[in-house]
C-alpha cells in the first residue's frame, strides 16, 4: 500500500430501504455531508459504507431492500487526485452467501478479499461522537480492542500494585509500631550481659534450708530424749527414797504382831521377811530395768548425728532478688532488641514491595507504551480511560473530542474514512477542530 486512499464514487443497489443511491464526492472537499429528512436513508448510507468495507459481521439484520432477493454495493477507491486503484464489489443474494471481489485498476483481482479491506481501513465503524456517548466501562472496552491491549494483564499488575501497596501500608505501620515500643523500654547501662540462673539459686536455698530443718528437728528429738532422762532418773531416786520408810513400816507391823501374837511369830516372820525379800527384788529389778533403758538411751543419743548450727539464708536471698532484678532487666534489653530487629524487617519488607511496585509500574508502563494506544499519555485506569492520569470523563469537552477523532485517525490506514452518522449534532467548534484533523490527517469524513 502506497499512500492514503478514500472513496471516489459509491454505488448502492436495494440495501435496506434505498433503491439506489451513486454518490461521486467532489475531490477537493474532505468532508462529505450527507443530508436529508428523517426517514430519508441517511444511515442506510453509512451502513452500506461499513458493510461493505467492513464484512457480513457489520452488516444489519435484513441487509437485502424488502421485496428484493439481492443488494449490491460498490465502491472505486482512489488517490485524492482522483486515480482510481481498487474497485470493491460486495453482493448479498437472500439464496446464498454474500460474495466480495477486489478489483484494481487494471483488471487484476485479490484472492483474499476481506483480508486486504481489513489491512486497508483500520477504524472505519469508530464514530468519534458515539465514542463520546458511551458509558466509561464501554469506553474502555472500545479502546482496549482498538489498542490490542491486554487489560485482563493490566488488571493483574494493579491488583497486584494495590495488594503490595496495602501490604507495605502493613509492614510501615510495624515498623512504627515496633520502633515506638522500643524506644519507650528503658535499659540501665549496667544491666548484665546474660540471665541470671535463679533456679540454680533456688535449688541452693532449699538445701540450706532442708538442712536447717533437718537440724531442728535432731535437736527437738534430743532435748524430748533428755526430759525422759530426767524423768527416769527422779522415778529412781523416789524408789530408792521409799526403800527405808516401808521396811520401818513392816518392822513395826511386825512388833505389833510379835507382842500380840506371839503364837503367830514364826510365820509373821518369815511373811515379814518374804515380803521384804520381794519388795526388794522388785524395787531392785525397776532399778535395773530402768537404768539399763537410761544406758541404752545414753548410748543412743551418742549415735546421732552432731547437731549443726543454724545456716543463715539472707546472703542467698539477696543473691536471687538480686538475680530476678538482673533478668528482669536483660528481659527489657532482650525486648528491645525484638522490636528493634521486628522493626528493621518491617524496613526491609516495605523497601522490597517499593521496589516491587516500582517493577510492577514498570511492566505496567511497558505493556501500554508497546501497544497501539493512538494518543499519547491516553492509558486505562482501573476500568475507566486515563488521560495523564485524570479520568477520561474529567476532562475539558474539547480535548476529549479531540482525543475521540484522534483514535478514530489512528492507525495510518490506506483508505482515510471516517463515518459520522450524528454529524447535525456538532457544534461549529467541534466541527472545525474535526475538519482541521481530517485535513491534517488526510481523512475523509
Excluded at 437472500?94 to 487494471?106: F, G, H, Q, R, S
Excluded at 535499659?187 to 530443718?213: G, H, S
Excluded at 525486648?335 to 510492577?360: F, G, V, W, Y
Amino acid at each position: 500500500m502506497d499512500g492514503p486512499t478514500r472513496i471516489l464514487r459509491l454505488h448502492i443497489e436495494n440495501f435496506k430501504c434505498l433503491v439506489a443511491v451513486d454518490i461521486t464526492p467532489p475531490l477537493d472537499e474532505d468532508v462529505v455531508t450527507i443530508a436529508g429528512p428523517n426517514e430519508a436513508g441517511k444511515s442506510s448510507i453509512l451502513d452500506a459504507i461499513q458493510s461493505l468495507i467492513e464484512g457480513v459481521k457489520f452488516m444489519p439484520n435484513q441487509p437485502i431492500r424488502h421485496g428484493e432477493s439481492k443488494a449490491k454495493l460498490t465502491a472505486e477507491i482512489g488517490t485524492r487526485d482522483g486515480v482510481r486503484k481498487y474497485i470493491v464489489e460486495r453482493v448479498l443474494d437472500a439464496t446464498k452467501k454474500p460474495t466480495l471481489a477486489i478489483k484494481k485498476a487494471n483488471g487484476a483481482k485479490f484472492s483474499s478479499s476481506q483480508s486486504f479491506l481489513d489491512d486497508l481501513s483500520k477504524h472505519l465503524g469508530f464514530d468519534p461522537q458515539a465514542f463520546l456517548d458511551m458509558k466509561p466501562k464501554d469506553q474502555f472496552e472500545t479502546l482496549r480492542q482498538i489498542a490490542g491491549v491486554d487489560v485482563e494483564e493490566l488488571e493483574m499488575i494493579d491488583k497486584q500494585i494495590q495488594d503490595d501497596y496495602a501490604n507495605r501500608t502493613d509492614w510501615n505501620r510495624r515498623d512504627k509500631d515496633a520502633t515506638a515500643s522500643a524506644d519507650t523500654i528503658d535499659v540501665p547501662p549496667e544491666t548484665p550481659a546474660q540471665r541470671e540462673d535463679v533456679a540454680k539459686l533456688m535449688d541452693e536455698l532449699n538445701v540450706i534450708t532442708k538442712e536447717n530443718q533437718d537440724s531442728l528437728k535432731r535437736q527437738h528429738e534430743r532435748d524430748t530424749e533428755k526430759v525422759r532422762i530426767a524423768a527416769m532418773n527422779a522415778e529412781v531416786a523416789r524408789l530408792r527414797a521409799s526403800i527405808d520408810p516401808s521396811i520401818s513400816q513392816v518392822e513395826r507391823a511386825r512388833d505389833e504382831q510379835i507382842a500380840s501374837f506371839e503364837a503367830s511369830i514364826a510365820r509373821c516372820k518369815k511373811a515379814a521377811d518374804d515380803q521384804i525379800a520381794k519388795l526388794k527384788k522388785e524395787i531392785n529389778g525397776n532399778i535395773e530395768r530402768i537404768g539399763a533403758e537410761i544406758y541404752f538411751r545414753i548410748v543412743g543419743m551418742s549415735a546421732l548425728p552432731e547437731i549443726q548450727p543454724q545456716r543463715s539464708t539472707g546472703t542467698i536471698e539477696e543473691r536471687i532478688a538480686a538475680a530476678d532484678e538482673a533478668n528482669r532487666l536483660v528481659s527489657l534489653r532482650e525486648r528491645q532488641i525484638e522490636l528493634r530487629n521486628i522493626a528493621d524487617e518491617a524496613k526491609r519488607q516495605s523497601e522490597a514491595l517499593t521496589a516491587k511496585m516500582e517493577a510492577a509500574t514498570a511492566e505496567k508502563h511497558r505493556l501500554v507504551s508497546e501497544s497501539k494506544i493512538p494518543v499519547e499519555g491516553l492509558t486505562f485506569g482501573d476500568g475507566v480511560i486515563l488521560v495523564n492520569d485524570i479520568p477520561f470523563d474529567q476532562t475539558s469537552t474539547g480535548m476529549r473530542w479531540q482525543i475521540a477523532c484522534a483514535i478514530a485517525m489512528s492507525g495510518n490506514p490506506e483508505l482515510r474514512l471516517l463515518l459520522i452518522r450524528e454529524g447535525s449534532l456538532l457544534d461549529k467548534k467541534k466541527f472545525a477542530v474535526l475538519e482541521s484533523m481530517a485535513v491534517e490527517k488526510g481523512f475523509h469524513i
